[in-house]
Nanobody
Framework: QVQLIESGGGLVQTGGSLRLSCAAS????????MGWFRQAPGKEREFVAAISATGSETFFADSVKGRFTISRDNAKNTLYLQMNSLKPEDTANYLCATSSSIWPAPNAFNFWGQGTQVTVSS
């Protein structure tokens, strides 16, 4: 049974940085791609970033490209999202996700955690 626990969210000013973590447990979690999604109040969940099973490939939404970095430590079963130059429109609940593919394809994710809230003040 996969379990995903996100942490690291909080309140930050525009232009600030946060680092999110996702502790993953499960027999095969390190064998598949992982990613981050976000959902703001009243909006649909949207893809943010993904990383392949080995960490060799990454993929980002255009809205965060150049500002966010995704990484993983398979020895610790932990996924990270480094967020820099944060904007008010980045405010959302950020959810960690696991995929059914080894590659970071946004449409292959099939399990999400509960999320950690990120609020960016203007």
């Amino acid at each position: 049974q996969v379990q995903l626990i996100e942490s690291g969210g909080g309140l930050v000013q525009t232009g600030g940085s946060l680092r999110l973590s996702c502790a993953a447990s499960g027999p095969t979690v390190s064998k598949y791609a992982m990613g981050w999604f976000r959902q703001a109040p009243g909006k649909e969940r949207e893809f943010v970033a993904a990383i392949s099973a080995t960490g060799s490939e990454t993929f980002f939404a255009d809205s965060v490209k150049g500002r966010f970095t995704i990484s993983r430590d398979n020895a610790k079963n932990t996924l990270y999202l480094q967020m820099n130059s944060l904007k008010p429109e980045d405010t959302a609940n950020y959810l960690c996700a696991t995929s059914s593919s080894i590659w970071p394809a946004p449409n292959a994710f099939n399990f999400w955690g509960q999320g950690t809230q990120v609020t960016v003040s203007s």
